[in-house]
């Protein structure tokens, strides 16, 4: 495909709802929210077990 022809045709694709995946999309959504908390905790391993303490002090 000749360069600049991919927007083009990006463009002609119109939004069609019934072809979302939208399990694959929750996943992959769930995932990156996993891999964000696993770095905070890495990050920050104080803070994460009080914040799961105080959670779990409030009965959860």
Do not use: Q, T
């Amino acid at each position: 495909m000749p360069a600049g022809m991919e927007h083009d045709a990006v463009e002609n694709v119109r939004f069609n709802p019934s072809v979302l995946d939208v399990v694959r999309i929750e996943r992959r959504v769930e995932n990156l929210l996993a891999k964000r908390v696993g770095k905070l905790v890495d990050e920050f391993p104080e803070r994460a077990l009080r914040v799961v303490r105080d959670w779990m002090d409030e009965g959860h």
